[in-house]
């Protein structure tokens, strides 16, 4: 299965390196898209031109945050949309090679919604499309909104005052709209379980790196990959090289990664 993801700046910090290398580990065929050269790319990754997907003109924020995630979005279903393979987030540290006979391979990330971080539906798969045209409404009316506020968002539209998708909820054309989709097709029964790429509870994200931190106990078997919860990382919370016998320092020394000297877990 090949393996595709997206970073947009000029620095790619330690931990989405070793998040790159790990997908190589695998076997696995990586692509990187980027908008500009980058330095201290594992080897193993093949590089694409990101503007072959989506180009920056297309960039969109969210308003309050300021996070590009919503650009993040809408580009996976775009790859999806090349049949490119699958997508995965950069901050997914993978133990083995994702596999699947079924037409969709995706995990939970909680009782309620399904992880956006990978994604692998087979080519011209129906709901791509569907995925694609909701996620590119720049004045959606989520459906699993409650029927008060979905009322209220049509007000706003029948009166020329539209909300835009920037303004909405984090995550309302990622986890959100993939969940709602999923089920309004009868597909929730593909996805696998919290453990398969979600096991690392959010509230012990800052334990990545350190020795002693039992982070086997959340994983089984069939666990693939681990979300890392890099967007729950504080930008001024730095760490140095991982600790031995840490998550962080088992996956690199399975892979061959070379933790660079000083180097910090997250962007600054």
Not at 53 to 73: C, P, W
Not at 76 to 97: N, P
Not at 135 to 152: K, L
Request: proline share 7%.
């Amino acid at each position: 299965m090949d393996l595709n993801t997206l970073w947009i700046g000029s620095s790619l910090p330690p931990l989405q390196r070793l998040c790159l290398a790990s997908a190589v580990a695998t076997g696995c065929r990586t692509r990187l898209f980027v908008y500009e050269p980058i330095a201290g790319i594992p080897a193993g990754v093949e590089i694409a031109d990101g503007r072959e997907v989506l180009g920056l003109d297309r960039m969109i924020k969210h308003r309050k945050s300021q996070s590009v995630a919503l650009f993040s979005d809408r580009f996976r279903y775009e790859v999806l949309g090349k049949s490119l393979g699958a997508w995965f987030d950069t901050d997914m540290l993978f133990l083995k090679a994702p596999e699947t006979q079924n037409e969709c391979l995706v995990g939970w990330e909680n009782d309620k919604l399904v992880s956006a971080g990978f994604i692998y539906l087979c080519p011209g798969h129906p709901l791509i499309d569907e995925l694609r045209r909701r996620a590119n409404d720049e004045y959606p009316v989520p459906g699993w909104f409650p029927a008060w506020q979905r009322a209220y968002l049509h007000l706003r539209r029948g009166i020329g005052w539209p909300k835009h998708v920037s303004d909405l909820d984090w995550g309302v054309i990622g986890p959100n709209l993939l969940t709602w989709l999923l089920k309004e097709n009868g597909m929730l029964g593909f996805a696998e379980p919290v453990s398969w790429s979600c096991p690392l509870p959010y509230s012990e994200r800052h334990a990545l790196g350190r020795s002693g931190y039992d982070w086997r106990r959340w994983t089984t078997p069939e666990t693939v990959c681990i979300h890392l919860w890099n967007h729950g990382l504080s930008r001024e919370e730095k760490f140095g090289k991982p600790e031995p016998d840490s998550l962080l320092a088992f996956v690199a020394n399975k892979c061959g990664f070379e933790w660079p000297d000083g180097g910090q877990l997250s962007a600054v």
